[in-house]
């Protein structure tokens, strides 16, 4: 054995402080999303307080206008949509309250067509105001699916939104959004793709999509927490969103440039049939 005292080595292995400080970064990254996590639950306690009130007092004044009007006054079905819609903000309010616990997730029977048909009936105004078609391709499902109204109603809103803002400065011929939907998994599950002919998402972006907080909106349009909070939504009923590769989309019928598949499982005879994972 040598008498020469032995040293500790200097040398590192290569990459290992290129390793280092990527892994500095995310961290950094990820104290920086705890960071805004904590500053939005402060957030979500003040809009809980603030929003319960007057959407209780528009949900009552909408119910005492419907009493007094007559089914077959024209203003009745628009006020109905004015209650409805303050149902969906209480039904908001209260996942906001669950904020940053597990939520619970109660399956219904929800019919995927009247779900549509009440986005359309919330997003009209805004969708010919700027040219915009919404539209099946082929009929519109007859199914059931295992969700909630509420908030699959809000996961669809969110994506016809999305699609009206990418196509929106396009030609006529592209401001169609089409709704994409059949049976898969043998009939286990049932998806509906809401393709538009934008821009389309740059490969740059991708993978971080449905990040919280990342949005490629400007601040007045954007918060980056639509696709965030829908995806959630769709994985607590125990289904998939996803936003289809370009290969993919182009595969679809009318091809496109952006397509967001849902996928949930059907519900029959009273109960959920599990979609293979």
Not at 5 to 19: F, I, L, N, Q, Y
Not at 55 to 73: N, Y
Not at 249 to 262: D, I, M, Q, S, Y
Request: some cysteine; glycine content about 8%; proline content about 4%.
């Amino acid at each position: 054995m040598s008498g020469a005292e032995s040293r500790p080595s200097t040398s590192h292995p290569a990459g290992s402080v290129s390793d280092q400080a990527k892994e500095i970064k995310r961290l950094l990254e990820v104290v920086s999303q705890l960071g805004k996590m904590a500053e939005l639950g402060k957030m979500t306690a003040t809009l809980v307080h603030e929003m319960n009130q007057p959407l209780m007092g528009i949900k009552s004044f909408a119910q005492i206008v419907m009493k007094r009007l007559s089914e077959t006054d024209p203003n009745h079905a628009k006020v109905k949509i004015i209650e409805e819609q303050a149902r969906v903000l209480e039904a908001m309010v209260t996942r906001l309250r669950m904020f940053s616990r597990q939520a619970s997730f109660d399956r219904q029977a929800v019919s995927v067509g009247q779900v549509i048909a009440s986005v359309y009936g919330i997003l009209q105004y805004q969708l010919n105001r700027r040219g915009v078609r919404l539209e099946w391709v082929g009929d519109p499902p007859d199914v059931l699916v295992a969700s909630d109204p509420q908030q699959l109603q809000q996961v669809f809103v969110n994506l016809v939104v999305n699609a009206r803002d990418a196509v929106e400065g396009c030609e006529e011929a592209r401001r169609t959004l089409r709704l994409v939907h059949g049976d898969v998994d043998d009939g286990r599950a049932y998806r509906v793709v809401v393709v538009d002919d934008g821009e389309g998402v740059p490969d740059t972006v991708r993978d971080r999509i449905f990040e919280l907080f990342f949005t490629t909106k400007d601040a007045e349009r954007g918060t980056g927490l639509g696709l965030s909070i829908s995806k959630e939504i769709v994985e607590g009923f125990g289904g998939t969103l996803r936003l289809l590769e370009r290969d993919a989309t182009a595969r679809l019928p009318g091809g496109g440039t952006t397509a967001f598949e849902v996928v949930l499982p059907v519900w029959r005879d009273s109960k959920v049939v599990s979609a293979a994972p």
